[in-house]
């Protein structure tokens, strides 16, 4: 079912929507649902869709921070969901087969179709090693080879050499 056919269907009373300010006073992630409660005194709302088709874990959530103002949207009388955010704790979801987890450690992303951290580290490797077999180059000249590599060239080759172990090192802390 399409996200058009499922809010159709939601809104199949032809009931008008509305939306309330509230604050949220808890969050369960993994149904990405919350509590909220509405700065106006009515009574507290249970499961608030924090994303538009529930128990989905393919979905760009986010995930609001407990006691921050959220604005919840009634899509009829049942059905509510979080259409804004005052303070995001967290955003999870799936982009592209990747698993998505933004949060106050920062961002990480685990591959569910290739581990992304070892596919990267292969190619610095490559590369890497390229320049390890550029440093012993040696060019064939009328009064013979060259001994060595000239030094601007090698210092230039040592320079990405050294960049690419602090990208690698990078990576290793960005993609646990």
Excluded: H, W
């Excluded at 079912?1 to 939306?19: C, F, G, P, T, V």
């Excluded at 909220?36 to 959530?61: C, E, H, M, W």
């Amino acid at each position: 079912m399409s996200l058009k056919e499922a809010i159709k269907k939601l809104a199949k009373d032809n009931e008008e929507m509305y939306s309330v300010i509230a604050t949220v006073e808890y969050v369960d992630q993994s149904k990405r649902i919350c509590e909220v409660s509405p700065v106006n005194g009515d009574a507290k709302i249970f499961n608030v869709r924090l994303q538009a088709l529930p128990s989905s874990d393919k979905a760009i959530t986010f995930i609001p921070k407990k006691g921050s103002d959220v604005i919840v949207t009634f899509i009829n009388k049942e059905e509510a969901f979080v259409s804004m955010t005052s303070e995001v704790e967290s955003v999870i979801g799936e982009i592209g087969g990747q698993k998505l987890n933004y949060d106050k450690d920062g961002l990480q992303m685990k591959s569910t179709s290739a581990d992304l951290k070892d596919s990267l580290n292969s190619v610095i490797n490559v590369v890497s090693k390229t320049l390890s077999i550029l440093n012993t180059f040696k060019l064939a000249t009328p009064s013979g080879p060259t001994i060595t590599v000239m030094p601007e060239i090698m210092a230039k080759l040592q320079k990405q050499k050294a960049d690419l172990q602090k990208a690698k090192k990078e990576l290793n802390t960005i993609l646990k």
